[in-house]
């Protein structure tokens, strides 16, 4: 961990497993949060884009929140989604975190009005902040403009970093584009700025950034962690290493990611449960299956394996 | 009210007036409510992108719900939005709605994830209408593409009124595209198509579609309820009516929408209290208070008579 709290390497946004009802399976989300760090996950991403978050009510959120505070998961290497569009309820999300004694959350901007001032986006977040009034949070902002329409400018991180220095730890950039993590990292020395995908670990790293936070990673992770040691070792290897990574990465782009991301786990641990997905998300068509499975075989990737 | 259950008329989609501590302010909120009535509306759609919703948590929706509830107005002349990113909400605000007397509901699809099928989006109104299991339900599709980034597509509502058709009764259509209004109108006969805007009052009624619900109509419904008046009593008059409306409704453009809306209500009411509404939005500054005010003069509009 980095002095200001933020954790490097390579993070998984974590999947959510369901029930057949289509409850958050809670014993098996424990064990699927465990078996990701023992996969080589430095930290985990909890409740985000990929653990379908905004699909659940608080309530459900909350359940989700108590069940990993009262698992023997490492609270330290944890991230917790709690942005939501209604300050009431970010704030009651961010609180349970800090309760359930994990201090760092990833957090969305109010996403249903679009084009919203900076300054009303900062105040957003600098409001839950100062509600908390917990000097134990740690904040990192969440950028993912193509499901927002809500992005975190340049000018709304400055405005935050003024006020709240401590709090305001980091970002997670899912936009895509690498200028913009690089460019952010260059203006905002020590503001950790996380690539929102496992294709990006290398450059942000050499960038100085803290590493990435990928949903894909659910399935990449072994060689996600390769690449993050290779280049904290300094390893001639680290550039072909991401070079495969981000071959199998590629995979799952023009397919729905998280779809197929959940029909990737079925493959791994023989769980058909595993192809639950909350509306208005829908599970791969026996064509897209086809496709992924052919593709993976391609890139010359054993799901088991992960590598 | 049309056969389908489908009200005719102008609606304004309802401003929340909002306390000291942006809480919702249920007293004045219900004397907006009928204030608009009484200004010539003919039903009002209450909870949605104007009246701030999503900035709401479901607890407080629901205290809003009950509020309009246990008040004196027409509940047959009212609609309710009820649609969230989680089905659980939705679920829970829709059966609200109905205990509350309130049958229809203007329903967002699940906003958060993009790019979704149609088949998915279909399904999310679909399982809020089974679990609902009402035949009174009455169910708007709100169709936002700007807001939430999730159209409501011509095969979404196909699959709708073949499988929900006593359900699904409309659309309020917010895409400012006058095109897709009458399409929509001529693909679905007895379907009703909203106009999002007031702008498009007339060209939407003379294209069968049951009227519009309206934002800037919380300030403009006096004329666009003489637009309405005309059109029924097929008078000549309706073409300059609509002309004089549409040019006010412009003044709106430009400006930040709902700030613009409750500055509006400050000089209508003298209540400075209007001014609040709930981050991310933020109240327009001087210069833009100023250019309302100009905006409205030049165009020969009293705020207290609107019009």
């Known amino acids: 961990m980095t002095e200001s709290g933020i954790i490097r390497g390579v993070f998984a946004a974590a999947l959510t497993p369901m029930t057949e009802d ?52 490492p609270k330290d290497r944890l991230m917790i989604g709690t942005g939501t569009c209604a300050e009431p309820d970010t704030l009651q999300l961010t609180r349970a975190s800090l309760a359930a004694g994990i201090n760092t959350v990833l957090m969305l901007p109010p996403f249903y009005y679009k084009g919203v001032t900076d300054q009303g986006l900062a105040d957003s977040f600098a409001r839950i902040i100062d509600q908390v009034a917990d000097d134990d949070l740690r904040v990192v902002l969440y950028h993912f403009p193509k499901m927002t329409g809500v992005p975190i400018t340049p000018r709304a991180i400055e405005l935050l970093l003024r006020d709240h220095p401590n709090a305001v730890v980091g970002l997670k950039d899912s936009s895509g584009e690498l200028d913009n993590m690089t460019s952010l990292l260059k203006s905002f020395p020590g ?32 060689m996600a962690a390769e690449v993050f040691r290779a280049f904290e070792e300094s390893e001639s290897t680290a550039d072909d290493l991401q070079e495969r990574l981000t071959a199998v990465r590629q995979v799952f782009d023009g397919l ?49 394996a992960g590598s």
Request: glycine share 10%.
């Open 191 to 222: 503001f950790g700025v996380y690539a929102g995908t496992e294709r990006y670990l290398l450059p942000v790293l050499r960038a100085s950034g803290p590493g990435c936070i990928s949903a894909s990673a659910n399935v990449t992770s072994t």
């Open 256 to 304: 729905p990611l998280l779809a197929a991301l959940k029909e990737a786990m079925i493959s791994i641990t023989g769980r058909e449960s595993w192809r639950a997905l909350r509306l208005p998300l829908t599970s791969l068509d026996p064509a897209q299956s086809k496709q992924l499975r052919n593709s993976l075989d391609q890139a010359g990737f054993n799901l088991k």
């Open 22 to 73: 289509l409850a958050p399976d809670l014993t098996a989300m424990i064990s699927h949060f465990g078996w990701l760090l023992d996969r080589g996950c430095d930290g985990l991403g909890l409740l985000g884009t990929t653990g379908e978050a905004n699909s659940f009510s608080v309530h459900e959120r909350l359940a989700i929140i108590d069940a990993v505070g009262a698992s023997n998961l």
